[in-house]
C-alpha cells in the first residue's frame, strides 16, 4: 500500500516538475508547482512528518504560490504564451543537468546507506515544540529567533522595496 | 646655572611675537603690528644688556676665565642612548656679544622699518619675518650644541629667503630669493655632512664637549688619514664650506649681491650684519677644534678670507648700484674677518686675531647697518639705486650725510672711528703670522677706504643732480636709527675687547701697534684722497681710467663673470648633458612602462568585459557546469 | 515502510533539483524562474526529511532544517516578487535576458 502511494507521489513530482519549467503557459506553470509542493506534503505524511507536511501545506501551498500567482497577476496577461527559449540553450542545459543527475543518481545508488530501522521517530507536537524552544541538545531556540528577526526584516523589505516612489 | 634662566625670554619672546603678528597680523592696524615688533624687540634688547652686563662685569668671570654657562639644556629628540639631540641656552663671551650686537641691530632695523616701510604693502608680514628671523638668529648664537646650531641655521636661511623675496610680486627679488636660498642650502649639504663627520668623530653634538681643550674631541679622528689630511680636518673644511655658504666666501658669494633685492632695511639687519657673519661666529664657535686640531683648514680658511676680501673690494670699486656696492663692501670686510681667524692662535696673545676678529665682527655689524640704512635713506630720498642718479645730496639730507661720513670713516680705518681699531687688530695678527697676507690686507684695507668714499662722493658731491621731487630729510624713525648707530659706529672701537673676547677665555690687555696702524691707516687715506679726486667734482677722469684700464674694467664690473659661468656650468654642463638625458629617460622610459602597464590593462579589460554580459542565466549556467564538473572530477578520479 | 528505502526518496529529489536548475536556466520570466527556485528548495526539504527518518531517526534535527527552509523560501518568495514588481513598474517587462543594464 505504502509502496503504491510513494510512486504515485514520486511520479507526481517528476512530471509535475518537468511541466513546471517546460510549460509556455505561466499561469499553469504556477499550478503545476502548486501540485508538486502537495505531492511533497504528501510525502511528508507518509514520512509520519505530519506537522511539517502541515507547514509544507499552508506555507508553500497556501501562502507562497498564492503569492506567486499574484504577482503573475499583475505583470503579465492569464493567456499569454511564454516567449520559448532558445533550442542551443535548451541543450547545453539539458546536457548539463543530465551529467548532473546521473552523477547523483549513480553516487547515491553506490554509496549504501546504512538505515537504522529499529528506533521509531518521534515526531508529535510536544517534542516539536519542545525541541524549537530548548537550548539544550537539540534545542532550536536560537535558529527560531534569527528567522523570526529574518522574517521582520524581509517584511519591511517588501514594503520597502514594492511601494510605489513617491513623486518628487 | 642659576641667574641666567631669564635669557630663555629672548628667544621665547621673539617666537611669540613673530607668531602673534604673523597670525594675527591681518586683522591689526598694520602700525600695530610694527609697534608690537619694536616693543618686543625693546624689551629683548634690554634683556640683552642685562644678561652682557651680568655676564662680563659680575658673575661670567670664574678665576679670571670667562667660562662658558650652559643656562638650560633640555633633551629634544632622542633616537638611540648616545644620538640625541638637545636645545639650549649657551652663554660665553662670543655668545652674549652676538645677543647685543643682533638685538641692538635688529632694534633698530624695526625702528628703522616704521619709517621706511611705511608705504608699502605687507608691513605686518615684513614684521612678522623679522621677528622670525631675530628668533632664529638668537637661537643660532645661543646654541648649546651644533645640531641646534643647524636647525637655527637652516631657520635663518628660510627667514632670509622670505626677506628677500618680500617683494613677490618682483621677478628678480624672487630669482633673487631662490638664488640666495638655493647656494646656501647647497652649502649646508657641506655643512650638514660636516656635522655627521664630526660628530660620528667625536660622539658628541655638544660644544662645551667638542671644544674642550683637554677633552678627547680635540684629538679625535686625527689618525684616520684620507687624501694626506685626517679625518678631522675634512670635518672642519666641511663645516667651513656650510659657513662660506652663509657668509658669502668665494665662490659662493654669488647670492649676496642678488639678495640686495629685498628691502634696504632687511638687508642692514640680515645681509650686513647678522646672518652673514654666522659663518664667521660658527668658526668663533669652534675655534678650538680648527686651531688645535686642523691647523690646515684654518690656513684654508685664511687664504679663502683673503681672496675673497680682495676680489670683492676690487669688484665693489666698479658697481653702480650703491646697495651692490655695500654687498660687496660686506662680502670683503667678512672675509678680512675671517683672515684674522684664519691667522689666530689658540690661548691668550696668539690668539690675537680671534679677538680681532671678532671685534672687527662687532663693529662692522654697528657701522654696515648704518651705512646701509643711510643708503637705505638716500634711496627714499631719491627713488633709485643707482649711483648716476644721486649727487649734491648732502644739502638735502644733512643728518644721513654726515652719519653716513661716520661710517664711511670708520669702515676706512680712519682714527678714532671704531673700524681703525679693529682693522688695526687683525692686521697685528696677521703681520706676526705671515707677511704677504699683511700686505694683502693692507692693499684690501686701501681699496675699501676707496670705493667707500667713491660711493660717498658719488651720493652727496659730485654733480648738483635736479631731482623731480626735491629729496627731503626722512622721518624722526629713521634718522634716530641713523644717529645711534653713528654714535656706535663712532666709540665702539675704545671698547677694550681683548678683555673680554678671547680665544680661551682669559682676558689679555692688548696695546694699539702704532708701527702698523700709522701706515694702515695711510693707505686709507690713500684711498680717500684717491677717490676725492677722482669723484669729488663732476669731472671724467673716472670714465677715463676705466677706459684705459680696458678689458680688466669690464671684466671686474661684471664681477669676473662668475655668475655666467654658474649660469655656464648649472645650464650648459649640467642641464644640457645629464638633466636632459635623465628627463628623456623619465619621461620616456619610465613613463612609458608605465603607460605600457596601463594601456595593456586597458586593452585586456577592453577584451574580457564581454564575458560579463549581464545575462543572470549565462552566469548560472557557467556555475552549474562548474560545478558538476568539479563534482565529476571528485568522484571518479580522486576517489580512487 | 519495508520496500521504499532512502534512495527512492533521494533519487526523486534529485530529479527535482535538476529539474530546478534546468528551470532556473532554461526560463526567460523571471516569475518562472522564482517557482524553478522553488524547486529546488523544495528537493532539498525531502532530503532532510529522508535523511533524518532513515538515518538518524533519535532526534529532529532534519525536520526543523527542513521547517527553516520553508520560513526563508517564504521570505526569498516575498523579496524576490517586490523586487520583480518594482523592475516591472519602471521598465515594463520581467524578461531576464533583457534586464542587462548592469552588465560591465
Not at chain 2, 457 to 468: A, D, M, Q, S
Amino acid at each position: 500500500m505504502e509502496q503504491i502511494v510513494f510512486y504515485i507521489l514520486a511520479s507526481m513530482i517528476v512530471i509535475f516538475s518537468v511541466l513546471t519549467v517546460t510549460t509556455r503557459k505561466i499561469l499553469r506553470a504556477a499550478v503545476y508547482l502548486l501540485t508538486v509542493l502537495l505531492a511533497t506534503a504528501g510525502f511528508f505524511f507518509l514520512l509520519n512528518f505530519n506537522f511539517l507536511a502541515a507547514v509544507q501545506l499552508t506555507v508553500y501551498a497556501g501562502g507562497i504560490v498564492v503569492l506567486i500567482i499574484f504577482s503573475i497577476m499583475l505583470t503579465s496577461h492569464v493567456n499569454e504564451r511564454l516567449e520559448a527559449t532558445g533550442n542551443r540553450k535548451k541543450f547545453f542545459s539539458f546536457v548539463a543537468v543530465l551529467a548532473g543527475a546521473l552523477i547523483c543518481i549513480s553516487t547515491i545508488l553506490d554509496y549504501g546507506f546504512k538505515e537504522k530501522s529499529d528506533i521509531e521517530i518521534n515526531t508529535s507536537m510536544s517534542k516539536i515544540g519542545t525541541d524549537l524552544l530548548s537550548y539544550g541538545d537539540g534545542g532550536f531556540v536560537l535558529p527560531f529567533e534569527v528567522i523570526s528577526i529574518l522574517l521582520l526584516a524581509a517584511m519591511i523589505g517588501a514594503i520597502v522595496l514594492a511601494k510605489r516612489e513617491t513623486q518628487n | 646655572m642659576e641667574g641666567y634662566t631669564f635669557t630663555l625670554l629672548i628667544p621665547l619672546i621673539l617666537f611669540a611675537t613673530f607668531l602673534l603678528i604673523g597670525l594675527a597680523g591681518g586683522k591689526l592696524k598694520p602700525i600695530i603690528s610694527g609697534i608690537t615688533g619694536v616693543v618686543s624687540l625693546s624689551v629683548v634688547s634690554i634683556i640683552s644688556y642685562i644678561t652682557a652686563y651680568d655676564y662680563f662685569f659680575v658673575n661670567g668671570k670664574v678665576d679670571g676665565v670667562f667660562g662658558k654657562i650652559i643656562v638650560y639644556d633640555a633633551e629634544w629628540l632622542r633616537f638611540t642612548d648616545s644620538l640625541f639631540i638637545k636645545m639650549g641656552i649657551l652663554l660665553d663671551p662670543i655668545s652674549v656679544m652676538m645677543l647685543v650686537v643682533i638685538s641692538t641691530v635688529s632694534l633698530m632695523v624695526h625702528i628703522y622699518s616704521l619709517g621706511y616701510m611705511h608705504n608699502e604693502g605687507g608691513f605686518s608680514r615684513y614684521y612678522s619675518f623679522l621677528s622670525l628671523f631675530t628668533f632664529a638668529m638668537m637661537g643660532l648664537v645661543i646654541s648649546t650644541n651644533i645640531f641646534q646650531t643647524y636647525i637655527f641655521w637652516e631657520l635663518v636661511g628660510v627667514s632670509s629667503y622670505l626677506l628677500i623675496g618680500f617683494y613677490y610680486n618682483r621677478p628678480s627679488a624672487v630669482a633673487a630669493a631662490k638664488k640666495a636660498f638655493i647656494v646656501t642650502r647647497f652649502a649646508d649639504l657641506g655643512f650638514l655632512i660636516g656635522i655627521l663627520l664630526l660628530s660620528s668623530l667625536t660622539g658628541t653634538f655638544d660644544f662645551v664637549e667638542l671644544t674642550n681643550v683637554n677633552g678627547s674631541a680635540i684629538t679625535a679622528g686625527s689618525s684616520v688619514l684620507f687624501m694626506g689630511l685626517s679625518s678631522m680636518t675634512w670635518a672642519l673644511i666641511l663645516v667651513f664650506i656650510g659657513c662660506a655658504g652663509k657668509s658669502a666666501m668665494f665662490p659662493l658669494h654669488i647670492w649676496l649681491p642678488d639678495a640686495m633685492e629685498g628691502p634696504t632695511p632687511v638687508s642692514a639687519l640680515i645681509h650686513a650684519a647678522t646672518m652673514v657673519v654666522a659663518g664667521v661666529y660658527l668658526v668663533a664657535r669652534l675655534f678650538p677644534l680648527y686651531a688645535l686640531s686642523a691647523p690646515v683648514a684654518l690656513e684654508m680658511i685664511a687664504y679663502v678670507g683673503a681672496f675673497t676680501s680682495m676680489f670683492a673690494a676690487i669688484i665693489a670699486c666698479t658697481q653702480t648700484d650703491i646697495k651692490r656696492v655695500l654687498a660687496f663692501s660686506t662680502i670683503s670686510q667678512i672675509g678680512i674677518m675671517m683672515v684674522g681667524l684664519g691667522v689666530s692662535g689658540y690661548a691668550a696673545e696668539t690668539g690675537l686675531g680671534f679677538t680681532a676678529s671678532m671685534f672687527h665682527l662687532f663693529t662692522h655689524a654697528m657701522f654696515k647697518a648704518l651705512l646701509f640704512l643711510g643708503a637705505g635713506a638716500v634711496i627714499h630720498a631719491v627713488h633709485t639705486n643707482e649711483i648716476s642718479g644721486m649727487g649734491g645730496l648732502r644739502k638735502y639730507l644733512p643728518v644721513t650725510h654726515i652719519t653716513f661720513l661716520v661710517a664711511c670713516l670708520a669702515i676706512s680705518g680712519i682714527p678714532p672711528f671704531s673700524g681703525f681699531f679693529s682693522k688695526d687688530e687683525i692686521l697685528v695678527a696677521v703681520k706676526e703670522k705671515d707677511s704677504f697676507l699683511f700686505y694683502f690686507e693692507s692693499i684690501v684695507s686701501g681699496l675699501s677706504a676707496f670705493y667707500m668714499f667713491r660711493l660717498y662722493f658719488g651720493i652727496f658731491w659730485n654733480r648738483n643732480t635736479t631731482y623731480e621731487h626735491t629729496p627731503h630729510e626722512a622721518g624722526m624713525s629713521m634718522k634716530i636709527p641713523l644717529i645711534i648707530l653713528a654714535i656706535l659706529a663712532a666709540v665702539t672701537g675704545f671698547i677694550p675687547f681683548s678683555e673680554f673676547v678671547t680665544s680661551d677665555g682669559i682676558p689679555f690687555i692688548s696695546h694699539i701697534h702704532w708701527d702698523i696702524a700709522i701706515p694702515a691707516t695711510i693707505v686709507g687715506l690713500i684711498g680717500i684722497t684717491a677717490a676725492f679726486i677722482f669723484y669729488k667734482k663732476e669731472s671724467d677722469l673716472s670714465d677715463k681710467a676705466a677706459a684705459s684700464l680696458g678689458g680688466f674694467y669690464n671684466t671686474v664690473h661684471k664681477k669676473f663673470y662668475i655668475d655666467e659661468i654658474y649660469i655656464f656650468v648649472t645650464k650648459k654642463i649640467i642641464f644640457n648633458m645629464v638633466s636632459t638625458p635623465v628627463a628623456w629617460f623619465d619621461r620616456n622610459v619610465v613613463d612609458g612602462t608605465m603607460n605600457g602597464i596601463a594601456s595593456v590593462t586597458n586593452f585586456v579589460s577592453e577584451k574580457i568585459k564581454r564575458f560579463q554580459s549581464g545575462q543572470l542565466q549565462q552566469y548560472a549556467f557557467v556555475m552549474v557546469t562548474g560545478m558538476i564538473i568539479i563534482i565529476a572530477l571528485i568522484f571518479y578520479f580522486l576517489k580512487n | 515502510m519495508e520496500n521504499i528505502s532512502i534512495e527512492h526518496f533521494l533519487i526523486v529529489s534529485t530529479l527535482m533539483l535538476f529539474t530546478g536548475i534546468y528551470g532556473f536556466l532554461t526560463r526567460k520570466n523571471l516569475i518562472t524562474m522564482l517557482m524553478s527556485a522553488e524547486l529546488i528548495l523544495n528537493s532539498v526539504n525531502i532530503n532532510f526529511v529522508a535523511v533524518n527518518k532513515f538515518l538518524y531517526p533519535e532526534n529532529l534535527q532534519g525536520q526543523f532544517f527542513a521547517m527553516f527552509v520553508i520560513g526563508i523560501a517564504a521570505v526569498e518568495v516575498a523579496v524576490a516578487i517586490a523586487i520583480i514588481i518594482s523592475l516591472y513598474r519602471k521598465v515594463r517587462m520581467i524578461d531576464v535576458e533583457k534586464v542587462n543594464e548592469m552588465k560591465y
